[in-house]
T-cell receptor
Framework: SQTIHQWPATLVQPVGSPLSLECTVE??????LYWYRQAAGRGLQLLFY??????ISSEVPQNLSASRPQDRQFILSSKKLLLSDSGFYLC????????FGPGTRLTVL | AQTVTQSQPEMSVQEAETVTLSCTYD???????LFWYKQPPSRQMILVIR??????QNATENRFSVNFQKAAKSFSLKISDSQLGDAAMYFC??????????FGAGTRLTVKP
């Protein structure tokens, strides 16, 4: 069966610091992968998606970036975090529907 | 642009009763997929039910069923025999090709014992 992992589970970072969130998928090959952000009490906003290694599509211009160095690995990064980057970040992969990881709660102080 | 609207920020239901959560969407596509996801306090997103737009029959999954009205672009979720574990945020979602999934703002469901 397929599983999706995200780490870290929680993260507190100062403004201006770098960021790296990792997502890995097991049990499937060449999945479509997605990064979402969920602000407190809000719905999900699609940030990036990837249909293959090295292929990244960005939905929202911002100071975040994504990379897919391996087939089942998807990384969300930032060189300098902003206060507005705080939120809950979810990684997902898709088959007939999207399956979500457990999420990372990011607080930028 | 496709949008998904959930007009009920909060709903409550008595345990064992039935509740219906509303969702409308805007699209010019004829083939698409609709979903309801549940997000409990753990914040794990859990798929509740899925509907293909080309299917006229409403999807059902145990106590969960949908009322899909394609012409009206409406996709409501009915929860029967509500249980305490059903308390969560519920998100309606729409996609054409799974690379552009749009979510509503969510409905917070409270289940009263």
């Amino acid at each position: 069966s397929q599983t999706i992992h995200q780490w870290p589970a929680t993260l507190v970072q100062p403004v201006g610091s770098p960021l790296s969130l990792e997502c890995t998928v097991e049990g499937t090959s060449n999945p479509n992968l997605y990064w979402y952000r969920q602000a407190a009490g809000r719905g999900l906003q699609l940030l990036f998606y990837s249909v293959g290694i090295g292929q990244i599509s960005s939905e929202v211009p911002q100071n975040l970036s994504a990379s897919r160095p391996q087939d089942r690995q998807f990384i969300l990064s930032s060189k300098k975090l902003l206060l507005s980057d705080s939120g809950f970040y979810l990684c997902a992969w898709s088959g007939y529907e999207q399956f979500f990881g457990p999420g990372t709660r990011l607080t930028v102080l | 642009a496709q949008t998904v609207t959930q007009s009920q920020p909060e709903m409550s239901v008595q345990e064992a009763e039935t509740v219906t959560l509303s969702c409308t969407y805007d699209t010019s596509e004829s083939d698409y997929y609709l979903f309801w996801y549940k997000q409990p306090p753990s914040r794990q997103m859990i798929l509740v039910i899925r509907q293909e737009a080309y299917k006229q029959q409403n999807a059902t999954e145990n106590r969960f069923s949908v009322n899909f009205q394609k012409a009206a672009k409406s996709f409501s979720l009915k929860i029967s025999d509500s249980q305490l574990g059903d308390a969560a945020m519920y998100f309606c979602a729409y996609t054409v090709n799974n690379n552009d999934m749009r979510f509503g703002a969510g409905t917070r469901l409270t289940v009263k014992p």
